[in-house]
Structure formats: structure tokens, C-alpha cells
């Protein structure tokens, strides 16, 4: 019927020894850092906007918003009134632990509780390279179709917890949510799930429940 | 408010002379390559289905479908009749000339006129990397969002055609096809614009019109 046919395989260098430190020092200072990665338009901004209106009585909270050009997110950030920085990875498809470390250092850490890094738009790179968070999150729009765990494995092999947005367009879109969670489990059989809306609001208790936990339980890790 | 910060440039080496050989090679062979890019679940396939049925009769067609794993695309595309090749770039973000030279080597390519390269699902890394085709094409969807040409500017820029995907869907979602336009005529004045939808059909027509026009003006150059 047709070949299939293996081109090049990707390098990630010493970047993991590099997060591992970035790891340990986001420890020390007990901040709680979040690896918030999706592809283009798949509503990360709107969905931490959410969050984070939900949170900040909660925790003192700050955002590193990374792309490869533009400050669009930043300034949406900056409206509620948390610790925001743009990063820009100058034509980068990803962030890495350097880049990562940089931005902390940068924004100021040392008074926060929960750090989101936004991480650029793309469902490839950003699953290759470990920025030293202490949980990573995914998020899947419904409009992107529930083929994508086939498609993009390594990202859904590596994410802590998957978000499927959008769900309040399932109307229009032929999405099927069981078989998203089976091809998604297939991978990685104990990512977290949860289907929500960021424009609604729809379905977010329990991701922010689901965060609270995260963070409780980090607290308590050695 | 808050901090702008640059933090890396990616190399790309030497791709640009391998392209340039691409692509006097396909010329000399008489064959057009497109360059097909877009975010994941933007609706790549289904716009290449739609556009393999409008012109299969016309050209002799060959569907090269690069992502980092699976073969969901290529099974689509195999049912119409048409050849068709799966690439694995075993991570990579995106194709480049090399690897395309590959692809196109493992095919076979001698005998048609139209081939398409359907990128991997990246709005970063693909606009960086020449792989020697005549045309580059690219694909924003409605739920994408509007503001996408200022968050990932070098795709708009190198690009030669824009199809906005998914118009049936405007209905629910907030896109400015105006404002959408002019950021992407900013980027690149003559960027062709062509909003669709490969699920109803609606705009095709001046796409495939495009597309004929194009490889006509195409194989009266030297």
C-alpha cells in the first residue's frame, strides 16, 4: 500500500542534567514550577487565565509566557494583576532548562508559590526537552481531532496530566473523548484527564482540585 | 509591566544549498512540489484529500505525509488512489531538504507532476527549513485564533498561499478574518489569502484555482 520510512532522530544533549539542577533549586525555594505545553490555539492562555483567577487567593503566582515573537499573551497575563515575564526563544520551537532557568532568574521567584511557563505553541519539541518543572501539563482541543496521541506519543508519554479544552464545541466537532483517553492511556496509563472548557468553565474543579493536590503532594516529596 | 527577554537563536546549517539542489532537480523532472505546514488538527489531510479529488484528473499526483510517528494520514490518503509515502522523522519537528530529498528518492517521483509534502503538525519548525519545494502553503484554522501571524510571524512570512480552514465554524468562534488578513499582509504583502472549509467545500474553487495557476506560471520559468 505505501512505505513507511524513518528520516532523523533528534539530540537533546545535556539539557536533562541542566533540569534536574533547575529541579532541585525550584525545590529549595519551594516554588511549584508548571510546564504548561499545546499546540497553537489550543486555549493555553485562556485556560491559565482560568486557573489562575481560581488560585491566586491561594497562591502567590507567577507566568512565564514563552514565543517566538509577539508579547499578545503577556499582556493578557498582566491584566490580573500577577508576576508575568515574556520570553521570546527567538524562532525556538521550545523551551529548555537553560532558557527556563534564565527566565526565573530573571522574573524572581523567591516570594512565589506556583510558577506557570507557557510553554511556544508546538506538541513536537516541547516534549523533548525537560525545563525542570515539577509537573507537566498538556492540553488537547477538541477541534484538533482525538487522533493526535497517535500522531505526537512522546508529548502524551511524558505529560503528568492532560486537558482536553474546547469541550463546549464537541457540537460541532467529531471528537471521540473515550477513544482520546485510551490512545492517550495507551502511552502513558497514569496521565490524569480532564475534559474542560476555558471559555465556560466547564469541567474545571476538578483540574484545579487536581492541581491543588499536585502541589500538596510535591510539598510533602523529600 | 513586564520584561521582554530574548533567549535563543536556532542554526539551520546548511539546508539552504541542499533545498537549492532540490529544487533544481524536481524542475528538471518536471515535477511540483508543495510544501504543506500548519498546526496539529488544523485540517491538513482533509484539505489534501479535497484537493487530490479536484485535481487528480489533472495531474499525476504524489502525497509525501511526514510526522513524528504513525500512519493515520497515509492510510487516509492511500484510499484515493493516489501514491502515496509515510514518513518518520523519529521526533524531528519538522522536514528538511535532506530528508525530503530522501522521501522523494523512496517514492518515485519521475512520472508525476504534483507531489505534496504534508509537514508535521509545527507552526515553528517547518517555517524555518527550505525543503525545496515550488510553493509553500500553509494552513491556519478558525479555532486557531486570529492573533496567530503575530505569535509565529516566519510561517506567514515565508509562506506563498494562506488557506484559513474550518470558516464553517466561525459561527462559534471568535475570528477577525479582516484583522487575521492584515496581519498576515503586514508579515508578507503578497501572501495569497483563501478562507475555506475543507469539510463543506465552501472556497475551494479559488484555492485549486490558485494551485493550476501556480504550477502553470511555475513550469514556464527557466
Redesign the interface.
Same mark, same amino acid.
Given at each position: 500500500?505505501?512505505?513507511?520510512?524513518?528520516?532523523?532522530?533528534?539530540v537533546t544533549a545535556d539539557n536533562d542534567k541542566e533540569a534536574a539542577r533547575v529541579r532541585t533549586e525550584l525545590k529549595e525555594k519551594n516554588v511549584f514550577l508548571v510546564n504548561l505545553m499545546a499546540?497553537?490555539?489550543a486555549g493555553k492562555t485562556t485556560t491559565l487565565v482560568r486557573t489562575i483567577e481560581a488560585l491566586k487567593d491561594t497562591y502567590r503566582i507567577g507566568v512565564m509566557e514563552? %514565543? !517566538?515573537?509577539?508579547?499578545?499573551?503577556?499582556?493578557t497575563i498582566?491584566k490580573l494583576g500577577v508576576r508575568?515575564?515574556?520570553?521570546?526563544?527567538?524562532?525556538?520551537?521550545h523551551?529548555?532548562a537553560d532558557?527556563t532557568e534564565?527566565?526565573l532568574a530573571?522574573?524572581g521567584v523567591e516570594d512565589l508559590d506556583l510558577v506557570f511557563l507557557e510553554n511556544?505553541?508546538?506538541?513536537?519539541?516541547p516534549a523533548?526537552f525537560d525545563v525542570g518543572a515539577a509537573r507537566k501539563v498538556m492540553i488537547l482541543?477538541v477541534?484538533?481531532?482525538d487522533?493526535?496521541p497517535?500522531?505526537?506519543?512522546?508529548m502524551f508519554t511524558v505529560s503528568d496530566c492532560l486537558l482536553i479544552n474546547?469541550i %463546549? !464545541?464537541k457540537v460541532?466537532?467529531d471528537f471521540d473523548e473515550e477513544a482520546c483517553l485510551q490512545r492517550a492511556r495507551a502511552l502513558n496509563p497514569n496521565i490524569a484527564f480532564f475534559p474542560l472548557s476555558a471559555k465556560t468553565g466547564e469541567g474545571f474543579d476538578a483540574w484545579i482540585q487536581w492541581l491543588k493536590d499536585a502541589v500538596e503532594q510535591w510539598r510533602k516529596e523529600a
Open positions: 500500500m505505501f512505505d513507511v520510512y524513518e528520516t532523523k532522530v533528534r499546540s497553537p490555539g514563552a %514565543d !517566538t515573537d509577539s508579547a499578545v499573551d503577556a499582556e498582566a508575568v515575564i515574556q520570553l521570546h526563544t527567538g524562532g525556538s520551537c523551551m529548555d532558557m534564565r527566565g530573571k522574573m511556544v505553541g508546538n506538541l513536537v519539541c523533548e482541543s477541534p484538533e481531532g487522533d493526535k497517535l500522531k505526537y506519543p512522546l474546547k %463546549d !464545541t460541532i466537532f
